[in-house]
């Protein structure tokens, strides 16, 4: 069976979308455990930054995702440069619990549909 461009296009897409939130899912359980080390964050977020470099890089819609990429790339190039582990430790979980504000700001319902809802006359 052949695909279509366009479900190849879709797949491609998710996968590169799961991955990203694997890496910041890795992330933060890295930021948050404290006996981690420079050394293995470095060795685990440089395996995840390659595997990330080999998806198909797509066009991504949503600002979360958006952000998500290029948090990532930021943390890459500020660990490509000197750093001590534990000063980057607080910032960068600050910064992942935003993304994760933003990733559920959407699930929120809007007002004007809950008054809707409150209103409606059930007799």
């Not at 198909?56 to 998500?68: A, F, N, T």
């Given at each position: 069976?052949?695909?279509?461009?366009?479900?190849?296009?879709?797949?491609?897409?998710?996968?590169?979308?799961?991955?990203?939130?694997?890496?910041?899912?890795?992330?933060?359980?890295?930021?948050?455990?404290?006996?981690?080390?420079?050394?293995?964050?470095?060795?685990?977020?440089?395996?995840?930054?390659?595997?990330?470099?080999?998806?198909?890089?797509?066009?991504?819609?949503?600002?979360?995702?958006?952000?998500?990429?290029?948090y990532?790339?930021?943390?890459?190039?500020?660990?490509?440069?000197?750093?001590?582990?534990?000063?980057?430790?607080?910032?960068?979980?600050t910064?992942?619990n935003?993304?994760q504000?933003?990733?559920?700001?959407?699930?929120?319902?809007?007002?004007?549909?809950?008054?809707?809802?409150?209103?409606?006359?059930?007799?």
């Open positions: 069976m052949r695909y279509t461009p366009k479900q190849i296009e879709k797949y491609q897409r998710q996968r590169y979308i799961t991955f990203l939130e694997k890496v910041t899912k890795n992330l933060f359980k890295m930021f948050r455990d404290e006996n981690i080390t420079q050394e293995q964050f470095l060795k685990r977020f440089d395996d995840l930054k390659v595997k990330l470099d080999e998806q198909v890089d797509i066009r991504l819609d949503s600002e979360y995702h958006q952000q998500m990429k290029d990532i790339e930021r943390l890459h190039s500020e660990c490509n440069h000197e750093f001590v582990f534990d000063d980057i430790r607080e910032a960068n979980m910064l992942l935003r993304l504000k933003l990733k559920n700001s959407t699930s929120y319902k809007k007002d004007k549909h809950r008054n809707r809802s409150k209103n409606q006359d059930w007799g």
